[in-house]
C-alpha cells in the first residue's frame, strides 16, 4: 500500500530565509511525487511534480523539490521566503508499480512567512 | 483563471434541499474527479470518471449522486445531505484517468458547502 506524510502541521519562517516543508512516502515500487499549494479560500495549484530523470525539479514561485530514493522523501524547498508563499501544502505520491493505483495526497502541511 | 471552473462558489443548503455542483474543465481532458477537503481531515478522493465512465466510487454515501454527461463537465447531485457534509468540494480533471501516467491533476477553486 502506498502513503504519503507530511509530518509537520506547521512551519513558521522568516522572509528572506530558506524554507523546507518536509514530505516523505512509502511505494511498493517506484513513486510519481507531486506538491500542490493552496492559498485561502482557493483551490489546489501544482507547484512541480517527479516523474523521472533529475531528483532536483524546479517549479513555480521559486520552488524545488528534491527526491531522495534512499530516504523515501520529497522536501519542497525555497533559497529565499516571501510572506506572499504563506499557504497550505500539501504532497502527493502515485506509486507506478501498481496499475490500480491512485494519487495519494498528504494531510498538509501550513508554511507562514512572517515578515 | 484554473481551467476547472466550479459553480457556485458557494452554496447553503438545508438537509432536505436538493442542489447541484457544477464542474467544467477547458483543457482538454479526459478525467475528471470530485475531492471533498474537510477541516483537519486528508483530500479525500470521491469520484473519478475516465472518458465519461465511472471508475471509482470511494465508499462515498448515496446522497451524493455525480454525473458527468460529456469528458468536459461533471456535475454532483446533493440530497438529503448531513451537516457533517459541509466541507469544500474540489473538481479536479487530467489527460486521463489515474492509469500507469504521472499525468498532473488540476483542481478548481471549489464549491464552499455548508448544511444547515
Known amino acids: 500500500a502506498q502513503s504519503v506524510a507530511q509530518p509537520e502541521d506547521q512551519v513558521n519562517v522568516a522572509e528572506g530565509n530558506p524554507l523546507t516543508v518536509k514530505c516523505t512516502y512509502s511505494v511498493s515500487g517506484n513513486p510519481y511525487l507531486f506538491w500542490y499549494v493552496q492559498y485561502p479560500n482557493r483551490g489546489l495549484q501544482f507547484l512541480l511534480k517527479?516523474?523521472?530523470?533529475?531528483?532536483l525539479v524546479k517549479g513555480s514561485y521559486g520552488f524545488e523539490a528534491e527526491f531522495n530514493k534512499s530516504q523515501t522523501s520529497f522536501h519542497l524547498k525555497k533559497p529565499s521566503a516571501l510572506v506572499s508563499d504563506s499557504a497550505l501544502y500539501f504532497c502527493a505520491v502515485r506509486d507506478i508499480g501498481s496499475s490500480a493505483s491512485k494519487i495519494i495526497f498528504g494531510s498538509g502541511t501550513r508554511l507562514s512567512i512572517r515578515p | 483563471e484554473t481551467g476547472v471552473t466550479q459553480t457556485p462558489r458557494h452554496l447553503v443548503m438545508g438537509m432536505t434541499n436538493k442542489k447541484s455542483l457544477k464542474c467544467e474543465q477547458h483543457l482538454g481532458h479526459n478525467a475528471m474527479y470530485w475531492y471533498k477537503q474537510s477541516a483537519k481531515k486528508p483530500l479525500e478522493l470521491m469520484f473519478v470518471?475516465?472518458?465519461?465512465?465511472?471508475?471509482e466510487n470511494n465508499s462515498v454515501p448515496s446522497r451524493f449522486s455525480p454525473e458527468c454527461p460529456n469528458s468536459s463537465h461533471l456535475f454532483l447531485h446533493l440530497h438529503t445531505l448531513q451537516p457533517e457534509d459541509s466541507a469544500l468540494y474540489l473538481c479536479?480533471?487530467?489527460?486521463?484517468?489515474?492509469?500507469?501516467?504521472?499525468?498532473?491533476?488540476?483542481f478548481g477553486e471549489g464549491s464552499w458547502l455548508t448544511v444547515v
Open positions: 470518471y475516465n472518458f465519461k465512465e465511472q471508475t
Open positions: 517527479y516523474i523521472t530523470g533529475d531528483n
Open positions: 479536479a480533471s487530467s489527460q486521463d484517468g489515474q492509469g500507469l501516467s504521472g499525468n498532473t491533476i488540476y
